[in-house]
Structure formats: C-alpha cells, structure tokens
C-alpha cells in the first residue's frame, strides 16, 4: 500500500481524476492557480514525484508531457481503508466503530455496493463447509434427510 497522498499532490491528483484524461502541468497549474498562488516548477516537480511513485504514467508531446492516473479515486480510498482496517488488532471492532461513523449517505452507499458485489445482506455467521463423503448431522434448523445444498437450490439458504 503506498503511503497516503500529501495534501498538494492530493490537489494534483483530483484534478487528474476528475478530469480522467491525459493532463499537461500548464492546466493543473492554471486550475490550482483559482485557489491558491502557485509556480509551474512546482506543479511540475509534484507532477513528476506522482509519476515516480506510480501514480500517474506519463507521455512526452513535444517538450512536455501529459500525465494520466494509473487508477481511480475509489481504488485509492478502498486501499487507504484496506490498510488502516488491516492496522487494527480487532477487525470486528474497527468495522463497528467505522460503521457508527458512517452518515446515512454512507451507510446507503456501503448497502449498494453490498448489492453490487453479491454479498449476503445478513448477518448471520457463515456455516462451515461440508466435504464430499462427509457424515454430516442436520442442524436443529434443518429437518432430517434433506440435502443442504438442494435446498440452496430452491431458494433456501
């Protein structure tokens, strides 16, 4: 996971991901010159740390280069919180503290990708796996003789 993006290579890097194209420095630079005072040296010099760091890859025209995002925004935000999840030394506990802070606008996000991905929307625990050639018992919830994975079939489980 490469470390999180400082705040002008952020500025950089939106800019780059919102316009998803191929980007010269002069139009970073003209864009970020709206909020702040800033040389084309220095656009240039964050332009070239992205792209030393993988971040962008570049393509010379004439005496310049265009840059252009090796991936998304998203695939950034899903790797920062990747990392800071996989810091903590209990996942359940950071994924419920997470979960509080959510807004409802989060939360209805979390719910769609949920959808989108095919994850169960349940929180009951997963049941173990059954082998081939396996004696397996049926559970209290199950009645006895009927085969768990035709009863997947039919809508169940």
Known sequence: ????????????????????????????????????????????????????????????????YRYEAVSTRAAYAAALMNEAWSQSDNAAAALVAFFGMMSEEQRQSLTDAVRVVGLPETTEQPRPTEHPGSARQPGPAEPPGENPASAEGRGGR
């Not at 991901?17 to 040389?39: G, M």
């Open 1 to 64: 996971m490469p470390r999180p993006l400082g705040e002008l290579e952020d500025a950089v890097m939106t800019r780059v991901w919102k316009w998803n194209r191929p980007v010269t420095v002069r139009e970073v630079l003209e864009d970020l010159q709206k909020e702040r005072s800033i040389a084309y040296t220095t656009v240039m010099t964050v332009l070239d740390n992205l792209h030393q760091k993988g971040w962008v890859r570049r393509e010379a025209e004439g005496r310049a």
